[in-house]
């Protein structure tokens, strides 16, 4: 076995982590070699087992290791709500917020026509059908401000809009601790169009 | 088993790693989640593999696959020359450098009192046999520019003063607090042309 192979081999795997570039893979491969026992056998097992047992949940599309993910099997997690995401990430945010308790759908990406990206692609013929059949009474649309995410945003409102469901969508303002001079003027903008008697 | 668990398991090993806080990692995670079978399974492999499989050099301290390092066991790197490096970041610096032809001593930190890290921690004492035992022309030390790495040099200096080997120090290019493992090729190149009787 060639040994400088091997090791290179790792650093580029390595480098296709977003965050990563050529050097600080070499910095993360070569603190790993310093911690074989410690760090990378460990880290080794804990990806290969995350790889073997990860799967997309059938009903959301987050991902966990059964049909169902925790979220959907959770009988405690209202069913009446659903939480439109672009993706898991998303979930994740949402999730760290404790503010929702229901339920979600990630599309896993947006409507994009360069990528071909399609509404069966967002599985959005099945959440139109899970909405039907589970009565939901609100679809929140958590999709990101951007172009693709409004674009998205807006087919997906205008697939619901035979249901009985009530659709919403994240309030845009600013945020929490956010400091108008270090917010772009969209924000601001919509803010002020939002705002609020005080 | 709980699968969210095994996920944030995976992510606070992530954010052991030089360069990625948890945010990062999570966002590293994640992108492996989308990559299971192209990039999670096989980064998970090779990181298995060469944890099992890396081991120190026997002879200069470089990581390999053997007891002998591919440049100690290549006929063809010269016996004359010994470059002595903090660490084997600073080895592959100086190997991309392509400069060096001859082979290395990866010293594996400096010293310091505070850590508790001598000589023999450092392998010196085995440098010095081996300068004898090789009957080595030249040691030239390219430790980084720092307080604790030329402190390091002085005494690896005074160690060898009974010996017959010229020591010699890589020259002007490197900066003054300056870490081999960021400069590049070309200036290692310069430096160790230009080095210098230390
Ligand atoms: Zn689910
Ligand atoms: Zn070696």
């Known amino acids: ?4 192979r091997d090791i290179e081999a790792l650093i580029d795997l390595m480098a296709r982590l977003p965050g990563l570039g050529p050097r600080s893979a070499r910095r993360a491969v ?21 790889a073997l047992n990860a799967r997309d949940c059938m009903v959301c ?19 009446g709500e659903i939480c439109v995401v672009e993706d898991v990430a998303d979930l994740w945010a949402m999730e760290r917020g404790q503010a929702f308790k ?25 959440l139109v059908a899970r909405v039907a059949s589970e009565g939901t009474r ?13 674009t998205t945003a807006h087919y997906i409102a205008d697939a619901l809009a035979g249901s009985a469901a009530q659709i919403t ?11 108008l001079d270090y917010l772009d003027d969209g924000t601001i903008g919509a803010a002020l169009r939002a705002r609020r008697r005080f």
């Open 1 to 4: 076995m060639d040994d400088t």
């Open 30 to 50: 070569l603190a790993l070699l310093k911690k074989r026992g410690q760090l990378m056998a460990p880290l080794a097992q804990a990806m290969a087992n995350v």
């Open 61 to 79: 599309g987050n991902i966990g290791t059964s049909e169902l993910c925790p979220i959907c099997a959770d009988p405690a997690r209202a069913t």
């Open 102 to 126: 229901g339920r979600y759908h990630v599309l896993g990406g947006t409507l994009s026509a360069l990528d071909s990206v399609g509404p069966d692609e967002l599985g959005i013929p099945r």
């Open 138 to 150: 609100e679809v929140i649309l958590a999709l990101n401000a951007t172009v693709d995410g409004q």
């Open 169 to 179: 969508s994240l309030a845009q303002g600013v945020p929490v601790g956010g400091e």
